[in-house]
């Protein structure tokens, strides 16, 4: 490669992308380290907690959930446009029923219960058991003012599987749009976008519309720290990302542009999380700033950390060429790294497996590991620990190897 192609941003690396793989398995597996920490959490409502706390987890928190669980939605989105583009609006929509609604409906009734009834035994006095408790979780009402989370109930919570939840309905929005809205209007718009990113900075200008949501509706403490509306725009953003090779352009080429604001906004937030009494809801201007910094943080945030690995990429790439498309298989992995295609074959089929079984795991370990008289820290390194290889133990042993269980939890048959 050129010292002009290194620095070219209308070039970047065609094929499949492998880092996005990567970083959603990082993303899911990183899920057992934070989910594990609310335990020892002083502000959060988690199911099981210690009897000693830290406020040290809301600050370390935020380094991850600023980008995480955005990018992927990000992900998300961008494979939903190579579904609709091979499928087509109902291929995708039947495509996304079966791969996310069938483990969704799945683990709500088979999974879901076990957290909430972990919760009520944190009561000495609490002696029902977990047969006489589970079809009172089911107890519900139906809410549409909460969409989509439209079925509420004393005990009933879509708990972590709000993350499917959301993916799903986002998936089902687009193929209806794909079904009803003009298209030629679209490929107008479309085209005005992919030309206006040419200018250097243009492509950090989705953070207004993040920020804008984040400020005027909050923050959601269920769903990582973000509003579900903003995560439906780093769907569309990613699904946009997917369509055109100038995004992703711009992306490598603004990546350092974007790291160091993001960088910047994201140390503006902290204040405001410290000091402002709820700086997730409340409407004072300390909060309002300080939600309008995460926002906006969160994009450019996204922003570098796929630009930044598209640069990496390139300096290793030996023949570049332009283009976008989505993730990655085993087989795009160079045959030089044995390891790493074994990684990718095996954790690329887990990680919504993973996901759908992780927290009932989390929280049944935790609620015996908080008993023992042990150093907060050794408790932590204990529940993380016990709590994924129990996980991929019993995906490896229960739902991997057979053809019902891999539909259940939204896997290809073998």
């Known amino acids: 490669m050129t010292a002009s192609q290194r620095g070219n ?12 793989d990567a970083i959603r398995a990082l993303v899911v597996l990183g899920l057992f380290v934070f989910h594990s920490a609310l335990v020892f959490a002083t502000d959060d409502d988690f199911y099981v907690k210690n009897d000693e706390t830290t406020d040290a987890i809301l600050i370390l928190g935020g380094f991850a959930v600023i980008w995480a669980m955005p990018m992927l ?18 291929g995708l929509a039947t495509e996304r029923l079966r791969r996310l609604g069938v483990p969704l409906l799945f683990a709500t009734v088979a999974l879901l219960p076990l957290p909430q009834w972990y919760r009520q035994r944190a009561d000495p006095t609490y002696e029902e058991s977990y047969l006489e408790f589970w079809p009172r979780f089911f107890n519900v009402r139906f809410a549409p003012e909460n ?15 709000w993350f499917v939840v959301l993916l799903l309905v986002f998936s089902l929005l687009v193929a209806g749009a794909a079904r009803w809205l003009p298209s030629r209007a679209l490929a107008s718009a479309h085209d005005r976008m992919a030309a206006a990113v040419r200018h250097r900075g243009v492509i950090l200008l989705p953070a207004v519309p993040v920020a804008a949501v984040t400020a005027g509706l909050g923050m959601e403490t269920d769903f990582a720290a973000w509003h579900r509306w903003a995560y439906l725009l780093f769907f569309l953003y990613g699904l946009l990302l997917a369509t055109d090779g100038r995004f992703r352009a711009a992306m490598f080429r ?28 409340d409407m004072t201007p300390l909060a309002l700033a300080t939600r309008v910094a995460y926002g906006a943080a969160g994009w450019c945030w996204l922003v570098a950390i796929l630009g930044l690995l598209d640069q990496r990429r390139m300096r290793r790439q030996p023949t570049p060429t332009s283009g976008i498309s989505e993730t990655s298989s085993a087989s795009t992995v160079p045959s030089r790294y044995g390891w790493a295609r074994r990684w990718y074959s095996y954790i690329g089929p887990a990680v919504l497996p993973l996901y759908v079984l992780h927290q009932p795991v989390v929280v049944a370990v935790a609620f015996e590991v908080v ?21 991929v133990a019993g995906y490896e042993l229960f739902v991997r190897r057979f053809r019902l269980s891999r539909f259940l939890f939204g896997m290809r048959p073998t």
Do not use: C, N, Q
């Not at 939605?73 to 109902?90: D, K, M, N, Q, V």
């Not at 969409?147 to 599987?161: A, K, N, T």
């Not at 604001?261 to 503006?268: C, E, H, S």
């Open 9 to 20: 941003p209308s070039v970047v690396p065609a094929g499949r992308r492998p880092e996005l």
């Open 254 to 281: 603004d990546a350092k542009l974007a790291a160091v604001i993001g960088a910047t906004l994201f140390l503006a937030v902290l204040p405001g999380i410290l000091l402002a009494d709820d700086p997730f809801t």
């Open 73 to 90: 939605f990000l992900i998300g989105g961008l494979g939903s446009w190579h579904s609709l583009r091979r499928r087509g609006p109902a």
């Open 147 to 161: 969409f989509p989370f439209v079925l509420r109930g004393s005990y009933f919570e879509s708990g972590h599987l």
């Open 371 to 391: 008993k023992w008289e042990l150093p907060m820290a050794v408790k932590f390194v204990i529940i993380v620990g016990a709590s994924f290889v129990i996980t």
